[in-house]
């Protein structure tokens, strides 16, 4: 399907006002730039829409490799929804798009989306060759007859609020800066499958949860975190790694629902992770392990006390 054909798809009733980007995570920034968005719309009477991506734009320029998501498409429509946006056009990022330039994309969105403005982030640049920066935006929108505003960036302890340095918080373990960045615990979710029963074994059942390797996972070790289960949140101790105790293998992402009986297989499950509280290690045995596990347990009754 041609990158008009797509557009095409979408025929709304009122004229627009648009924003564009990947918005993975819909951390801070965004939330910040799609408030923007929506109440600019409203003063002007204009149907407010989000124009993002099925897949990184990285994934179809030069040698690049698209980074780690940090939400699934869904859950970033779903995000971005609820922020308030009328609409959410997810477009595929093709060669034909990495190839259109800046003033023949805004000239599909005035004639497809009747876009009468944009609202950009502060490190915003599309069209071939990221020729479309801010001030070539704020020039073709005076010569065709759109607006331009410039969201500026969010600030958390110093540094600028962005998708590429939540991977690297969340790279190094770090979820707790990362929610600060977010407005929420980093999460993963997937469907429960057997395991070994290694925890099962030892007085602790885990849920291991299949996980998109597509996905930005936190390295190693034991979290304190939150167990979604159809809607209900439930304190979990999670470990991922490759259980060095008793051989290693493949890494997996392991659950423990604390005070939870009953099986967990083949139901979906979301895992909010609120703080890291150690390495994974390899324990003598396992009656040593099975004292550190109860040990951590405890540490995660404590830390998700006040949830």
Do not use: W
């Not at 944009?118 to 607006?147: H, I, P, Q, W």
């Not at 992402?253 to 909010?272: A, C, I, Q, T």
């Amino acid at each position: 399907m041609s990158l008009e054909e797509e557009l095409s798809n979408l025929t709304p009733t009122a004229d627009t006002l648009l924003t564009i980007g990947v918005f993975d995570g819909v951390h801070r920034g965004h939330q910040k730039l799609l408030a923007e968005l929506v109440k600019k719309a409203k003063k002007r009477h204009l149907s407010s829409g989000v124009i993002t991506f099925n897949n990184h734009p990285l994934s179809q320029l030069g040698n690049h490799t698209a980074p780690p998501v940090l939400t699934s498409n869904q859950d970033k429509i779903t995000l971005i929804k609820s922020l308030g946006a009328d609409f959410v056009m997810s477009l595929d990022f093709s060669p034909e798009l990495a190839q259109t330039g800046a003033r023949e994309f805004c000239s599909l969105l005035q004639k497809n989306l009747k876009m009468k403005g944009l609202v950009l982030g502060f490190d915003f640049a599309m069209g071939r060759n990221r020729e479309g920066s801010l001030s070539k935006m704020e020039l073709l929108g005076k010569e065709m007859g759109f607006t331009t505003a410039i969201v500026p960036p969010v600030i958390v302890e110093g540094n600028i609020v962005s998708s590429t340095a939540i991977r690297y918080l969340i790279s190094g373990g770090k979820v707790r800066q990362a929610e600060s960045m977010l407005g929420r615990n980093y999460s993963l979710g997937g469907m429960i499958i057997a395991g070994k029963g290694i925890g099962q074994k030892l007085g602790f059942p885990t849920a291991n949860i299949k996980i998109d390797p597509a996905h930005a996972t936190p390295p190693n070790g034991i979290y304190a975190t939150i167990a979604v289960l159809n809607g209900e949140k439930m304190a979990a101790a999670t470990n991922i790694g490759i259980g060095p105790t008793f051989g290693g293998g493949e890494r997996t992402v392991e659950v423990h629902v604390l005070d939870f009986n009953g099986s967990l297989y083949g139901k979906y499950m979301e895992v909010e992770f609120v703080e890291r509280i150690r390495d994974e290690i390899t324990f003598s045995g396992a009656e040593e392990l099975k004292a550190k596990i109860a040990e951590d347990i405890r540490n995660v009754r404590s830390i998700l006390k006040g949830y």
